[in-house]
């Protein structure tokens, strides 16, 4: 006998969440996921759901003299910005790095985290997405911005809006005492660059330990 999505409790999962808990969570607002695509549920693999390119891409200029000190990080200004709209390619030049979110937002309750990972049939073009920190920790509310990396020989083109990663989800058997909300140095944070500087090593002065 078929069971329905809808029959079934996601409550009673713990570790990896499978598409039809997925499914339920965000339907429920558990998982917060906004917008959603028209067929968002038929695009889902079995563990996992597609997130899009967004609009803000940010280039760093490339300077040969500068050493970027994590100590005091980076500015807005060392990067060129660009907003993408809907119909336009964010291009990417050979061996290039650049940062740029995701369209939709995200939010996490405090029992789950979040993994992003990068679509194989981009990664096969040398497109490389997200090359570290791929944890969304529980309590995570913002808008995933992600890195890339062009390790191919040729310029690549992605339009608006073309699925860019998949998050995964994993549930946890107890809350977190702090949620990302609560600590995390990105929450609340408007920009998109690298706020690398604001480590609590840093702050308590042992950057150098």
Known sequence: MNISIESRDWRQVY???PDWAIV????ERVIGLNPLGKNWEENMGPVSVDFHLGER???????????INVRYGVKLEDHDEIKLQPGQDMYM???HFIIAEVREKLS????????VEGKSSLARLGLVVHLTAGRFDPGWDGTPV??????????LAVPYGWPICAFTFYRMMARVDYPYST?????GFEGIHSLVHREPENKEGHANS
């Open 24 to 27: 339920n969570m965000i339907k």
């Open 108 to 115: 996490l309750p405090t029992d789950v985290i979040g993994f």
């Open 93 to 95: 030049k050979a061996e």
């Open 15 to 17: 570790g990896f969440l």
């Open 183 to 187: 600590r995390g140095k990105y929450t």
């Open 146 to 155: 992600l890195e890339f990396k062009n390790n191919s020989k040729s310029d």
């Open 57 to 67: 891409i940010l280039i760093p200029k490339h300077q040969d003299w500068k050493v």
